[in-house]
């Protein structure tokens, strides 16, 4: 019996542990193609090796798994991000062809939208633990994405970058990714 009521403990420990170090963002609508290996801490200076920390070549385009998501120039893409308990920062969309999607200057030279990356988040309780206005993260943030019109027919990748986020976004001493604020 008292081995069940340690394990039940312990199951509870690991459960809470986990929402405290579940503190980071990521993409979770359209299904993204990054964060395989370095799933909600991909950053250029952590180790991811291109715009998607996976490349074209491990992509499911075309997979017989995979369900395609057809869209037409023009059309409206709605994102969808956890807030997580990180104020402050911005989105970034850009979208490239495919075959251009492991090139970086490709999606830095296509950014086709910017919005602050608590856009329309819902509510969150008042208190949290991480401080005011960090709010525990469990509401999403939402925004949508017009395709553009210079992509061509076939493939194509959107790219969801979130600059500037935690809560150092004050201190002009610090540098987020390749963004160096003086």
């Not at 509870?12 to 993204?32: E, M, Q, T």
């Not at 952590?46 to 998607?52: F, I, L, N, Q, Y």
């Not at 995979?66 to 037409?72: A, E, L, Y």
Request: aromatic share 14%; net charge negative.
């Amino acid at each position: 019996m008292m081995r069940y009521n340690i394990l039940s403990i312990q199951a509870i420990f690991i459960a809470l542990l986990f929402n405290l170090v579940n503190s980071h963002s990521w993409l979770v609508y359209p299904p993204p193609r990054g964060n395989v290996y370095n799933t909600a801490a991909c950053s250029a200076g952590e180790g991811c090796k291109g715009p998607c920390d996976s490349p074209k070549s491990f992509s499911k385009v075309k997979h017989p798994f995979t369900k395609d998501m057809i869209v037409g120039r023009g059309e409206k893409l709605n994102f969808v991000w956890p807030r997580a308990n990180h104020p402050g920062g911005f989105v970034r969309l850009s979208a490239v062809p495919f075959e251009s999607s492991d090139d970086w200057s490709a999606f830095d030279s296509h950014a086709n939208k910017y919005v602050c990356y608590e856009t329309n988040c819902g509510p969150e309780r008042e208190y949290s633990s991480w401080g005011k206005n960090n709010g525990p993260g469990f509401s999403n943030c939402t925004t949508s994405f017009t395709v553009p019109d210079y992509l061509p027919d076939g493939e194509a990748t959107i790219q969801w970058v979130w600059y500037g986020g935690g809560i150092y976004y004050a201190q002009p001493d610090t540098a987020f990714g390749e963004v160096i604020i003086i």
